[in-house]
């Protein structure tokens, strides 16, 4: 089995670290002392135009990382999606250039370029320079949209080192170009144009992020949703140093969003449930299906932005399909089997297991919580998605039995399962004469510093690799745990199972977290970093996988905190005379190989196991942080990495084996 997390799914595993080279991670922006204690009116600053934002960026974007880096993309890309909404623009490119910088060019109606009354000077420029400027407030120019705030696109040119504007409307071309905010010329005209939209283009800037390079496929992820939304608009994202480009177009809308999440799983019923009304001015869209697996798929959508926090809209769909379901139990005991005549009530999570779904609602005047729109805060919504889901679903059912029963007999496999989780952890505690799961495991050899941050944990595949990890390590911050064998492939087990399994339970206690919905706690980790420590064969990929598998589906905090990562032992040792060199790659070997001068009196081993190093050897190239290169495991397109997972570890093989055919000609590794 080839690492599908090195080449082939750059969604899970993104950032390749080597603490050394980090420092202590720090902007330089520590704390401010006055030096004499004086407080009056000198000390007060009033920021004018967009210096408030440049000073403190993070109100506007979320933060200066990566998260806010792709905002500015996706803040210019949401106007176009905008124009769509309205019904004008049908196409959107977004490009990523040599030089850094990324252009969105939409075929909507273009900027307006008109002088603006109160300001004297032209609306391209007003919106390009001041705050809360912009066509959304009063609703006559666009009934739904992303863009509430009128911040969006200034904020972008104030914190790009360079941003160049094109619009062509009314047969011209209108070209203005600014600088940290501020315009560097005056808005050009030039006749004769025979098309109609907007161009903008920026480089962000290196004063604000400390990192300006975009990921690809992290707003290629975005890019696929949005032309999800918006069935029939063409979306085309490319990148020109790497010649990559996607097009994204679906016809089918959100429907067809659910159809490619469901690719890899066996639904219960063939056609995606699909409706679409309009109640009180809020457009509400649901799309969804069911699968025989054991996870849920669930994204919501507030005018084409994801509400990755959920909020008012996502709690009336949860408490309408509940409702639903235990109402048709009511009218319809039948359904029941072996649970008839006893009193059964489905939870909300009996009822979200095997759920692939997505909701997609348009409000004319949506309260967001902060800029980046992760929650919506309306409480008229929630009335609203509840009144209609329940209503479309509930004569759904009625008029599909067969339907019915295959989703019903499911949230009573969930229900029965969800009891026998809860019995198997209260087992487990009465075992360890614990209220909780934070005995520590008698394999763990533990590290002597308390503080979690400082602390890693090594989970290392079998007792011989184990034994070198603990001889090698530094005993201070350091903590091992041996695993023997494989552990359970969660994707295939029910939640009980799970809960039961040996393996999981001395993961969990050594982590200190707890697991499931009511246990979790992150602020309960032992350890900031826990690292995957496999052999570099089949049987290693394999082990790490199912690792992969354990901790997206169960401990997905792990993941989004940053916490979680794979370690690079090297594959060779290279040596020549007295001189020894570690390779991590085959292509490192053949670099080393002529820094040797060739082959000749050069004696190469390949490590095969952890345990065939000695501890010194295993510190030296795995585990010390001075040398070592470890990956960070990071969820970035969560329906690509369900997909991956899915794909590998679930139980439908003709996809598995489509993937093994289109890959086998790219497998770096092959161990036979």
Known sequence: ???????????????????????????????QFVENGEYSAKNIQVLEGLEA???????????????????????????????????????????????????????GRGIPVDIHEKSGKPALEVLLTILHSGGKFDKKSYKYSGGLHGVGISV?????????????????????????????????????????????????????????????????????????????????????????????????????????????KSPLFKDVIFFKREREGVEVEVALSYNDGYNEQFYSFVNNINTVDGGTHVIGFRSAITKVFNDYIKKDPSVLGKEKGKEVKFSTDDVREGLIGVLSIKVPEPQFEGQTKGKLGNPEVRGIVDSVVTEILTDF?????????????????????????????????????LEDWSTLPGKLADCSEKDPSLCELFVVEGDSAGGSAKQGRDRNTQAILPLRGKILNVEKTRLERVFANESIQTLVMAMGTGIGKDDFDISRA????????????????????????????????????????????????????????????????????????????????????????NPDQLWETTMNPSTRVIKKVCAVDLPEVDHIFSLLMGDAVEPRREFIVQYAKSVKNLDI
């Open 53 to 107: 934002v440049r000073k403190r960026p993070a109100m506007y974007i979320g933060g200066t990382g990566i998260d806010g880096l792709h905002h500015l993309v996706y803040e210019v890309v949401d106007n176009s999606i905008d124009e769509a909404l309205a019904g004008y623009a049908t196409v959107v490119n977004v490009t990523f250039h040599d030089d850094g910088s990324v252009s969105i060019l939409d075929d």
């Open 526 to 613: 032992r350890y900031h970093k826990l690292i995957i420590m496999t052999d570099a064969d089949v049987d290693g990929s394999h082990i790490r996988t199912l690792l992969l598998t354990f901790f997206y589906r169960y401990m997905p905090a792990l993941i989004e905190k940053g916490y979680l990562y794979i370690a690079q032992p090297p594959l060779y040792k290279i040596k020549k005379g007295k001189s020894e060199q570690y390779a991590f790659s085959e292509d490192q070997m053949k670099t080393v190989l002529e820094s040797f001068g060739g082959s000749e009196g050069v004696g190469i081993q390949r490590y095969k196991g952890l345990g065939e190093m």
């Open 156 to 264: 972008v040119n104030a914190l790009s080192e360079w941003l160049d504007v094109v619009v062509w409307r009314d047969g011209s071309t209108f070209q203005q170009s600014f600088r940290r905010g501020a315009p560097v010329s005056q808005m050009s005209v030039t006749q004769g144009a025979d098309r109609q939209g907007t161009k903008v283009q920026f480089l962000p800037d290196r004063e604000i992020f400390p990192d300006i390079e975009f990921n690809f496929d992290v707003l290629a992820k975005r890019l696929r949703e949005l032309a999800f939304l918006n069935p029939g608009l063409k979306i085309v994202i490319r990148q020109k140093k790497t010649q990559k480009c996607h097009l994204f177009e679906y016809k089918g809308g959100i429907a067809s969003f659910v159809d490619y999440l469901n690719e890899t």
């Open 397 to 433: 059912l009625e008029k599909n039995p067969l339907v019915a029963r295959n989703v019903l007999d499911k949230a009573l496999n969930s229900m029965r399962a969800r009891i026998a989780a809860q019995k198997a952890r209260e087992l487990t505690r009465r075992k360890n004469a």
């Open 1 to 31: 089995m080839n690492n599908f997390s090195n080449d082939h799914n750059s969604s899970v595993v993104m950032e390749i670290e080597n603490p050394s080279k980090n420092g202590n991670g720090q902007n330089g922006n520590g704390k």
